[in-house]
């Protein structure tokens, strides 16, 4: 079992800036590839931006790149995401996941879920 947990979520402003945080623990977390999923209001899930355990591979979803950075440090057994350029459209509660292998799609069905945490970005 692995267990997740995200923090960092809040209010923020258009063109703003946060930092989520996803903590493991239960299991080794570099033979988990992570990943960061959203889901607004009355929409589906979506992925985000994914990782491998080693943190040599990632992956990202078009909207996001170049704005968001996903990164772990497994000596923290954590998973980040980096949001920069916030827009109203980035609203949504923010989910991380592991899996022994890492999937890049909406459709992903990760082993493993956080309960997920608020981001709000005000216009």
């Known amino acids: 079992q692995v267990q997740l947990v995200e923090s960092g979520g809040g209010l923020v402003q258009t063109g703003g800036s946060l930092r989520l945080a996803c903590a493991a623990s239960?299991?080794?977390?570099?033979?988990?590839?992570a990943a960061w999923f959203r889901q607004p209001p009355g929409k589906e899930r979506m992925f985000l931006a994914g990782?491998?355990?080693?943190?040599?591979?990632?992956h990202y979803t078009g909207s996001v790149k170049g704005r968001f950075t996903i990164s772990r440090d497994n000596a923290k057994n954590t998973v980040y995401l980096q949001m920069n350029s916030l827009k109203p459209e980035d609203t949504a509660v923010y989910y991380c996941?592991?899996?022994?292998?890492?999937?890049?799609?909406?459709?992903?069905?990760?082993?493993?879920w956080g309960q997920g945490t608020q981001v709000t970005v005000s216009s």
């Open positions: 990782i491998s355990g080693s943190g040599a591979i990632r």
């Open positions: 239960g299991r080794t977390f570099s033979n988990y590839a």
């Open positions: 996941a592991a899996d022994p292998l890492l999937c890049s799609s909406n459709t992903c069905n990760y082993d493993y």
